[in-house]
């Protein structure tokens, strides 16, 4: 079964500080994805990657940045944490290419107070 | 700009009854649609549709795909609730990979 790991369930931090959230996948998967979920607006991509140290924008990269050094972990970093980026945060995993089915994690519920 | 909309984003049902729902998309060189359903977790795969016409069955489970008028259904029959989710579709276009993703279908089913 393919496993995608998330660092914590639930997080709660201050305004300002730098947050790192991290995933790992264990089934050798070249794409991972980093999504934000929340109420009425379904999940929305922020960053995804396809290979190790590559990486790509998605429909809301702004306040975040990515760090994949190797292939099975790819970390979600936000800079100076604000609270309206208090969201549950999902990472997810595919193979390259021959399929669109992505493997999710657990998700990460983080809060900026 | 891509789009998927999902209906209706919640309904009640009681156990037994029959849910139908909806995913329309506009979305630039569609290749696939895909349905998750979310507990209070990680979103698991369903169906994966790529062909228009042909349904997709697990279970009580069925969803088809009409690429002429860019929607597809849903259904769940006999329901059960262990059925009550959060049910996301989502569309793979012209960047292999990437998935646009709907708002969502909350599905309550009542004892």
């Known amino acids: 079964d393919v496993k995608v790991t998330q660092s914590s369930r639930y997080l709660v931090k201050r305004t300002g500080e730098k947050v790192f959230l991290e995933c790992v996948q264990d089934m050798d998967h070249e794409n991972m994805f980093w999504y934000r979920q929340d109420p009425g607006l379904g999940l929305r991509l922020i960053y995804f990657s396809y290979d190790v140290k590559m990486k790509e924008k998605g429909d809301i990269p702004e306040g975040y940045s990515v760090s994949r050094e190797k292939k099975e972990r790819f970390s979600l970093i936000l800079e100076s944490a604000s609270t309206n980026q208090t969201s549950m945060y999902l990472c997810?995993?595919?193979?390259?290419?021959?399929?669109?089915?992505?493997?999710f994690g657990p998700g990460t519920r983080l809060t900026v107070t | 700009e891509d789009k998927v909309v999902q209906s209706p984003l919640s309904l009640v049902v009681h156990e037994g009854d029959t849910v139908t729902l909806n995913c329309s998309y506009e979305?630039?060189?569609?290749?696939?649609l895909l349905w998750y359903k979310q507990e209070k977790k990680a979103p698991t795969f369903l169906f994966m549709l790529?062909?228009?016409?042909i349904e997709k069955k697990s279970g009580r489970l069925s969803s088809i795909l009409d690429k002429k008028e860019l929607f597809s259904i849903l259904n769940i029959t006999a329901t059960q609730t262990g059925d009550s989710a959060v049910y996301l579709c989502a569309v793979g276009g012209v960047s292999w990979g990437k998935l646009q993703f709907g708002a969502g279908t909350q599905v309550v089913v009542t004892p």
């Open positions: 997810a995993s595919s193979r390259l290419a021959g399929t669109y089915e992505q493997y």
């Open positions: 790529t062909s228009s016409g």
């Open positions: 979305v630039t060189n569609f290749r696939s």
